[in-house]
T-cell receptor, first 118, second 114 residues
């Protein structure tokens, strides 16, 4: 069965510091997708990024960057020059095919609560 | 753009009461999902509907029922609420399933069962 581990339950950093959120996954599939979602204090979950298992290129979007390494089954998320608005709970998720039914399933990690201290 | 709309936002029930959580999306998405979020547990799938007319159990379906009323609407019913069902419930939708399509979430329903 697939599994997503976010070992960091809570992280606090001072504004403008860089911070990395770790995500380690387990899957038997060779084809899968990894996601990051953000849940700000207002409560809704917001999609940040999707990465498929065949694309190991790192991605950068503004202050956000993602490092996907199949060798270590990790998909880490770095925020550069953090800002107070980055304070949120961040979820990593894995989507793989359900072999029996051919449907999709998304498994979430337990989330990392990030607090940016002004 | 409304996206995914959930009602109500908050609800308090007594043990044994029933209620239905409503969800509607206006993005013409095919697949819809109900998740619950509990502290330290992340999000867990309760039920999903891969397409209109179909529903399937997720990881934690016990105590719940669902109805895919039409392509837009997917409701979650608690027939006899229990304190263990105190949680935040999220409805989500995707164009064609979660494999390579990101989920669009509603704002959640905070349910307390006393």
């Amino acid at each position: 069965a697939q599994k997503v581990t976010q070992a960091q339950t809570e992280i606090s950093v001072v504004e403008k510091e860089d911070v990395t959120l770790d995500c380690v996954y387990e899957t038997r599939d060779t084809t899968y997708y990894l996601f990051w979602y953000k849940q700000p204090p207002s409560g809704e979950l917001v999609f940040l990024i999707r990465r498929n298992s065949f694309d190991e290129q790192n991605e950068i979007s503004g202050r956000y960057s993602w490092n996907f390494q199949k060798s270590t089954s990790s998909f880490n998320f770095t925020i550069t020059a953090s800002q107070v608005v980055d304070s949120a709970v961040y979820f990593c998720a894995l989507s793989e095919q359900w072999a029996n039914f051919g449907n999709e399933k998304l498994t979430f990690g337990t989330g990392t609560r990030l607090t940016i201290i002004p | 753009n409304a996206g995914v709309t959930q009602t109500p936002k908050f609800q308090v029930l007594k043990t044994g009461q029933s209620m239905t959580l409503q969800c509607a999306q206006d993005m013409n998405h095919n697949s819809m999902y109900w998740y619950r979020q509990d502290p330290g547990m992340g999000l867990r799938l309760i039920y999903y509907s891969a397409s209109e007319g179909t529903t399937d159990k997720g990881e934690v379906p016990n105590g719940y029922n669902v109805s895919r009323l039409n392509k837009r609407e997917f409701s979650l019913r608690l027939e006899s609420a229990a304190p263990s069902q105190t949680s935040v419930y999220f409805c989500a939708s995707t164009l064609r399933g979660g494999y390579n399509s990101p989920l669009h979430f509603g704002n959640g329903t905070r349910l307390t069962v006393t």
